[in-house]
């Protein structure tokens, strides 16, 4: 009979050997024993059982540095199915993966905060349903859903606490979507489950202290320090989407004034573009009667163009974002700092003018070199971020 010790000493090994089969990709056994310190015959009945589990397979023979050949390992990517999903103010992406996190299908539908909180959950439960439907068997089934939300959550009660742009307050999310597909499901913030999308799958694998900004309708920020998300003393940090950057300034839904997203997303694009057309001469194609009706997607291609409203409106935002990443710089000596969502879209002016910004204003930046690059994740940051949520439990707890 084995102590409880023994059992999670066991437990231990058999994440750690699983997590290096999945960042080395293929891997012998003889390289994981030299690399993890474990001894050669723990590792040998470690990988006997996680391919009696199913998680790993042989992969065939590698090359002989002298000796034997190694059999390589690799990760059975046809172990299980995750769910992820980016809950957005007014879209929600539905990703279904493999073990590995290659994407198997995907669908996004739009929504309005307008809707009630109960039609929005329900428009959530039915995509979900709605990829699942013949989705390709995994030998363990779908092994869970997480879930980006774009406001503040309680993560261990899986609660969403608040979300202003889609109105919600003290919504129970994990146990109704626990309820609906019977599987474990696990919440986070959008910004939070996009800086670990980064971490697992994005530039944040080379990266040991970074933050992820996510510049969307709002500007949300997930903090890496350590090769860990940082969450605060209540679970709510990340916020600097309401750092102050102007006192007197723009009013926010936060009821404070002057928050950095006033300045630094798309309603602070839209309310640029607004304010300056007619600014261009006529040399703008937007019209000032039609902007309501344009979305973020097609102000990035009108930039693209090179409208110039456009273009400056980009110019302007990235600024202001530079100013806000300027402070984080200054406050973390990140090695990197990753811009995703979707004002990332417009990254040849944007990035520009971040790190012009941050030059000036950052004197951190001068002593310690920082990388400031867009999400190469583009639009499903979020959504992978949520699925590293259940991933993250999958290797850190198999079965023993
Ligand atoms: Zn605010």
Redesign the pocket.
């Known amino acids: 009979m084995k102590t409880a010790d023994q059992i999670l000493v066991k437990q231990i090994n058999k994440s750690i050997v699983l997590n290096f089969i999945r960042k080395k990709g293929q891997i012998s056994r003889a390289d994981i024993a030299k690399k993890t310190g474990l001894n050669r015959s723990t590792v040998s009945a470690l990988v006997d059982e996680l391919i009696s589990d199913g998680l790993i397979v042989e992969k065939g023979i590698g090359t002989s540095k002298g000796g034997r050949k190694p059999v390589i390992l690799a990760i059975n990517k046809e172990a299980g199915n995750i769910i992820g999903v980016d809950l957005g103010v007014n879209y929600i992406l539905v990703v279904l993966v493999n073990l590995l996190g290659e994407i198997i299908r995907e669908r996004r539908v739009n929504i309005s905060a307008q809707n009630s909180v109960e039609k929005n959950i329900e428009m959530l439960l039915g995509l979900i349903q709605e990829v699942l439907k013949n989705a390709p068997v995994a030998l363990k089934g779908l092994l869970g859903i997480g879930i980006g939300v774009p406001g503040i959550v309680n993560y261990e009660k899986g609660l969403v606490l608040m979300a202003p742009n889609l109105r919600w307050v003290n919504v129970g999310l994990k146990d109704i979507v626990e309820e609906r597909f019977k599987v474990p499901v696990f919440i986070d913030n959008e910004a939070n489950a996009g800086a670990i999308g980064e971490k697992w799958f994005g530039l944040g694998k080379k990266a040991t202290n970074f933050v992820y900004v996510s510049a969307g309708i709002g500007v949300g920020t997930g903090i890496i320090i350590n090769n860990e998300l940082y969450r605060g003393s209540s679970g709510l940090a990340g916020e600097m989407?309401?750092m102050t950057i102007d006192m007197n300034g723009k009013a926010?839904?936060?009821e404070?004034l002057g928050?950095w997203?006033?300045y630094a997303s798309e309603k602070a694009l839209f309310r640029y573009l607004k304010e300056q057309s007619g600014s261009c001469g006529g040399n703008s194609k937007i019209d000032l009667k039609k902007i309501d009706e344009m979305t973020v997607f097609d102000v990035v291609d009108t930039a693209k163009a090179g409208d110039p409203l456009a273009v400056s409106a980009f110019r302007w935002v990235g600024k202001h974002l530079g100013v806000g990443v300027a402070n984080i710089v200054n406050t973390f000596n990140p090695d990197l700092v990753v811009i995703g969502n979707t004002i990332s879209m417009a990254k040849d002016i944007i990035i520009e003018e971040i790190t012009k910004e941050v030059q000036q204003r950052s004197f951190i930046s001068r002593y310690s070199k920082v990388t400031i690059a867009p999400s190469q994740l583009n639009m499903h940051a979020c959504a992978m971020g949520a699925v590293s949520l259940v991933m993250s439990k999958v290797f850190a707890t198999p079965e023993v």
Request: with cysteine; charged share 20%.
């Open positions: 989407g309401h926010c839904s936060c404070n928050c997203e006033e």
